[in-house]
């Protein structure tokens, strides 16, 4: 099962046999429904909830929201671990010693709380004679952090680490003012540097050479925290491949929590599903009225293509503005940045395409140019679906250094170079490509569609990537690899959440037949 952003095979099946027949058992309706339109005359699907309900609405508390959403959050996050093999958790996005940590309200509450303690304690260690009971309390809770890094077996060290750090003697110590907080300041570093991950050994060595006690104290726990942190990495790691196996069966049962919870979860997915059935229909609709369609039976909508078609919607979905279908909230922000990549990838086959037919003449037979071409376009399109981007100054530029490119390889060869009036032509037809109805833009974006709806049409035994269209040479290996993340996003989708598309097209075609049925026995004025 493809769960990393590597080019893999796209017919590979996804997570296990038993997945895989599950997601056949609850897809059989979609193909059932191609052959017959019988099995639409009763509700024999899956637990899943109807989208479409005659009864009142349910009145959801406010528990149950929080239930609902608590469901969701677990489910996003066990879907992230399986899917994304460089998932971690992090320490806070701004760091404590970051001038920007206490702009904000809880960063600055924090901060003072925890210079205020380490002050107090400053003082109690300075004080004469000392005090000792902050101290204590660190070094207890020190080692309470130390005892859950220990593995069941570390029994040797568990009794070493209870015995020196044990707060009833460094107590009685501290009474009779015999206690050493450096030796088990020293101590308790020497055994983090034996619990610690290798990446650990330059914050440790750090550490050792800390010559104030309080510092030292003070940054021991924050290495504690970052040790916390690997650890917790490290679990994330070892239950990933379980998790890939179980995330199908896993995903689709949290989903269903969910919809019982809040019935109104599918909302969502049952507009864009509706929206392609709408579509789908409009365009058999069309079909049949062209001429000699008069005489031809009705076709039957396809629950395959409907549910294909509002997968490529994703390619074309305004992230910013419009919200996602809830059983694809998990990898919006997947989809996000391959939508957004894939723009990129269509401006810079436009941008060939246009090179080629003005001034292919001249430079066939220089692949490093092409090459090099491609490249100053990427680069100069880094960022363009930021509000910020400004995208006719990009492409006026990526025209005016495409010109001069072309001419130092001209010149270099001994050849004329262009004319201003090509040149022109050339940076004018560049910064057009943004205008609405652009013939070279929608000649491009029609054949990414269609070869992003090939992948979604292959079999499973396909076992290589279909041929790419004609002008999309340029981006072929950066396509087949986009290709590979949509078709792999699609299909484990479909393997989790087929019943419910099942449902929901169940409901839909079946509403649009018993519509088609009523209109066909009206009788005509």
Known sequence: MPFNDEKQCVGEDHPSDSDSSRFSESMASLSDYECSRQSFTSDSSSKSSSPVSTSPPRVVTFDEVMTAARNLSNMTLAHEIAVNENFELKQDAVPENSPFHCYSLAGQVKHIVHQAFWDVLESELNADPPEYEHAIKLFEEIREILLSFLTPGGNRLRNQICEVLDTDLIRQQAEHSAVDIPGLANYVISTMGKLCAPVRDDDIRELKA????????????????????????????????????????YERTKFQEILEETPSALDQTTEW??????????????????????????????????????????????????????????????????????????????LSLITKNMVGAVTEGFPELTNRLKRISAVLLEGMNKQTFNLKEALNSIGVQTCVEVNKTLTERGLPTLNAEVQANLIGQFSSIQEEDNSIWSLIDKRIQLYMK?????????????????????????????GCQYANIVNLNKQVYGPFYANILRKLLFIEEAVGKVNASSPTN
């Not at 003070?218 to 490290?234: C, E, S, T, Y």
């Not at 599903?273 to 609709?285: G, Y």
């Not at 049409?457 to 269209?469: D, I």
Request: charged share 20%.
């Open 210 to 249: 800390t010559g104030n006690i309080v510092e030292m104290l003070r940054q021991i726990f924050h290495v504690l925290d970052l040790m916390k942190m690997d650890m917790v990495n490290f679990t994330i790691k070892s239950i990933r491949p379980h998790l890939q196996r179980q995330l199908v069966e």
């Open 273 to 350: 599903i509706k929206e392609s059935v709408n579509e789908e229909l409009l365009s058999l609709s069309e079909s049949a009225l062209t001429p000699g369609a008069e005489n031809s039976s009705k076709p039957s909508l396809s629950p395959t293509v409907v549910l294909n078609n509002s997968y490529l919607k994703l390619l074309k979905w305004d992230y910013q503005k419009k919200d996602l279908p809830e059983t694809l909230v998990t990898d919006g922000a997947r989809l996000q940045e391959l939508t957004e990549k894939l723009n990129q990838l269509k401006i810079i086959a436009c």
């Open 454 to 482: 090939s992948l979604l049409c292959l079999p499973s035994s396909q076992k290589c990537m279909p041929p790419v269209p004609g002008g999309l040479t340029i981006i072929q290996q950066e396509l087949e690899a986009l």
